[in-house]
């Protein structure tokens, strides 16, 4: 499966979305690289978080979820996970870094944080019918030992495009 970028809080703007926005608030082309240009671009980065966070471009309603991976520090990659209701896309907004990039990838939507000690990466994973069951039982212990029980037990399901996307 070739990657879907779903959000980039960092992605780069393109020259013609620039001109297209002064055109519309009839305002001059600021020069690239200078301060205005950068106002311009951060402003539209700032757009595209509201709307992913809204949910106005995708329905990132996928109820309670395995959030499950693995946290990029200095000394190394630290695993971890939890169980997370995610109704919206600002959901996915769930750890302090400085920079977040949503995917759809092969093991299905993947979140990454980039940050001054390196790259956290989570997949999210709904909870089918069953995994529900298993949570209202036993709670979320938090250990890898419970989430691997509920991978491991086909209590979860993987994200695809046809779940977040309507287009």
């Not at 971890?80 to 092969?106: A, H, P």
């Not at 039982?137 to 495009?161: F, P, Q, W």
């Amino acid at each position: 499966m070739k990657t879907i970028e779903l959000f980039d809080s960092e992605r780069e703007v393109s020259f013609e979305e620039i001109k297209d926005h002064c055109e519309a608030n009839e305002i001059p082309v600021p020069e690239e690289d200078s301060d205005k240009w950068w106002d311009i671009v951060n402003d539209i980065r700032e757009w595209d978080c509201d709307d992913f966070r809204s949910d106005a471009c995708y329905h990132v309603d996928l109820g309670l979820c395995l959030v499950k991976g693995y946290a990029g520090l200095w000394n190394g990659n630290a695993e971890g996970g939890k169980v997370m209701r995610i109704n919206s896309g600002k959901d996915l907004f769930f750890m302090e870094v400085d920079r977040v990039r949503v995917t759809l990838e092969d093991d299905g939507l993947v979140v990454y944080g980039y940050h001054h000690d390196g790259t956290n990466r989570y997949v999210v994973r709904p909870l089918n019918k069953r995994g529900e069951a298993f949570i209202d039982r036993y709670g979320d212990s938090g250990t890898r030992a419970c989430h691997e029980r509920l991978i491991n037990g086909k209590m979860t399901r993987k994200v695809t495009r046809k779940m977040i996307m309507d287009f």
